[in-house]
């Protein structure tokens, strides 16, 4: 069976959904997106961002028969994730490709209020679990080739301490959408497949909206260590995400991690490879940050880095 690739999908004429649209890495695809000829679908929750965001993608466009549409949902509700579905799908409507994208980084601890749970869970797992029950079942009706995208995220396969709460929203995501992939491999005659994307470290505002939303609009972005219009250098720019993402989905990879400038890949792979040895060689959970095993990561990523 051959692969279904980004660029047989990311053409002129087709279309995309991605939420999370208004900022960062949602906001980025769209803008590509529409620059290949796409009718593009911008969704988010932010209507002011949204809008803006909405009015830089229509300059962007090659033709004016290009459907460039932005809508305000909220994704962990489902029956606006529906009703958004069947907007796209009405009179003939196509999705080839569904990126759900967006995300929150609200959480803490394990002991966690229940409602902050909750909500972090039901942006980052529900939300495009939502998208999925939504529109998958109407790409696969279609008969048209297509391709569903989750953003994930590195901390929902090493989880570092410090966020447990965004860190298991993230983990749940994985499961899903590798359970998502092997049905759809199965089961779509080669029309439909999945992928995760797993972005490193990105110049997002992801943090900085989390943080108005705790604190309010008169909290002074200045104070917080990198968003979108305050990069730091080890961060990539949302748009190399999107180039990342468009060139792995063309190698027919499932697992889309990105490096940064920071982390190379490899120092990922290696830092994957002792999380799941914890389990296989009877260490504690999140060992790496252990005091008994700090340095014995440390000798372990030197020993297997290629030299």
């Known amino acids: ?169 993230k983990a749940a995501l994985k499961c899903y959408t590798e359970g998502l992939e092997h049905e759809l491999r199965n089961n779509s005659d080669g029309k439909l497949r999945a992928a995760l994307l797993i972005p490193g470290w990105v110049n997002t505002s992801i943090m900085l909206k989390t943080v108005r939303m705790e604190k309010g609009d008169d909290f002074d972005a200045a104070n917080l260590f990198f968003h979108e219009e305050k990069p730091q250098g080890g961060a990539w720019m949302p748009q190399q995400v999107v180039d990342f993402m468009i060139d792995e989905l063309d190698q027919g990879l499932f697992y889309l991690v990105a490096p940064d400038n920071d982390v190379d890949q490899e120092t990922d792979s290696l830092r994957m490879t002792w999380a799941m040895q914890d389990i296989t060689q009877g260490r504690p959970p999140l060992s790496r940050w252990h005091p008994d095993y700090k340095d014995k990561f440390t000798e372990f990523l030197e020993a297997n880095k290629k030299k």
């Open 1 to 169: 069976m051959t692969t279904l690739t980004a660029s047989s999908v990311l053409k002129e004429g087709n279309t995309a959904v991605i939420t999370g649209a208004s900022s960062g890495i949602g906001r980025a695809a769209a803008w590509d997106f529409v620059s290949k000829g796409m009718n593009v679908w911008m969704v988010d929750n932010d209507k002011e961002e949204l809008e803006a965001a909405l009015e830089l993608a229509r300059q962007k466009k090659k033709s004016d028969s290009q459907k460039i549409e932005a809508r305000v949902v909220d994704v962990s509700d489902a029956k606006a994730m529906e009703a958004l579905s069947l907007e796209v799908f009405e009179n003939g409507g196509k999705c080839h490709f569904l990126m759900n994208n967006a995300g929150i980084s609200k959480g803490g601890g394990p002991l966690t209020d229940i409602e902050t749970v909750k909500f972090t869970m039901g942006v980052n797992t529900y939300g495009p679990i939502h998208g999925c029950l939504a529109f998958c079942p109407k790409m696969k009706a279609s008969g048209e080739a297509g391709i569903i995208v989750n953003t994930g995220s590195k901390q929902g396969i090493t989880m570092p301490p410090g966020n447990l709460t965004y860190n298991m929203s």
